[in-house]
């Protein structure tokens, strides 16, 4: 028994990183667990089968996070198969650092079409579905450079900046019906995104984060879990840190 036995999930770029340590744990507590990735390939594979292996069902659909047609085609799927849906995680994201003087304009729009509009296409695709069901938890995945800022990410902060707007504004607009909207504020984790950061990177870092360390992508995942689960009934438009305290 899991606290989302028969509840259904949907977890946006699920394949790897963070999104699939999130899968992997919302199928462990009993959910059945649809993902989406741009690409399906061979890791889509292996998340389908250690999802299956916790006794739930689960569906994997190629899906890119900037199209509101192709959100809106992923929870009919979605619906379809399962007849509703309890739960979405937006998490797809990408960065394209670079200071300000030398960011063009391709890597401005990249970031805030995928960070930001589609964290929008989701919610908006999913509210139809969640508001008949007068039921829903949704869990975006922000980040703390969208609360402190962040040299070198002046598109990342303000897609994650924006996303914490959405998390607040749809709190307020479906409090009543029942879903609540949160977002989860990842520190540094290692995954393949801070994986591209240099050694003298990372070492400031470090010195930086109280806690010495970058975070495992299950220490994000088990935020999720909770924000989605009947333990956090009464909590609506919060944005949790989860960042081994360089914000406080
Ligand atoms: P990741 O390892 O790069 O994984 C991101 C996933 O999103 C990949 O599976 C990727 O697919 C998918 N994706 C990219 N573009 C997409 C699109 N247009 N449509 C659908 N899926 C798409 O990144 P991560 O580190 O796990 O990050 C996950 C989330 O956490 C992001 O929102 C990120 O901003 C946030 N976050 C991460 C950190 C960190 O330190 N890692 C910190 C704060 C916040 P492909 O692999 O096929 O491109």
């Not at 890597?107 to 579905?129: H, M, P, Y």
Request: proline share 2%.
């Amino acid at each position: 028994m899991g606290i989302l036995d028969t509840k259904v999930a949907l977890v946006t770029g699920g394949a790897r990183g963070i999104g699939r340590e999130i899968a992997l744990k919302l199928a462990s507590e009993g959910a059945h667990v649809a993902f989406t990735d741009i690409r399906l390939e061979g890791a889509a594979d292996e998340v389908m089968n250690l999802i299956r292996a916790k006794g739930v069902r689960t569906t994997a659909i190629q899906s890119d996070v900037r199209s509101l047609s192709e959100a809106q085609n992923t929870i009919d799927t979605v619906v379809k198969e399962y007849q509703h849906i309890d739960i979405l995680v937006n998490n797809a994201g990408i960065t394209r650092d670079n200071l300000i003087m030398r960011m063009s304009e391709d890597e401005w729009d990249s970031v805030i079409a995928i960070n930001l509009k589609g964290t929008f296409n989701f919610c908006k695709a999913a509210s139809r579905q969640m508001l008949g069901q007068r039921q829903g938890k949704i869990v975006n995945i922000a980040s703390i450079v969208g609360v402190m800022g962040n040299a070198g990410q002046v598109n990342y902060s303000a897609s994650k900046a924006g996303v914490i707007g959405i998390t607040k504004t749809l709190a307020k607009e479906f409090a009543s019906r029942n879903i609540q909207v949160n977002a989860v504020a990842p520190g540094f984790i290692d995954t393949e995104m801070t994986q591209k950061l240099t050694p003298q990177q990372r070492e400031a870092l470090m010195n930086a984060i109280p806690m010495k360390r970058i975070a495992t992508p299950e220490e994000i995942a088990n935020v999720v879990l909770f924000l989605a689960s009947p333990a956090a009934s009464y909590i609506t438009g919060q944005v949790i840190n989860v960042d081994g305290g360089l914000v406080m």
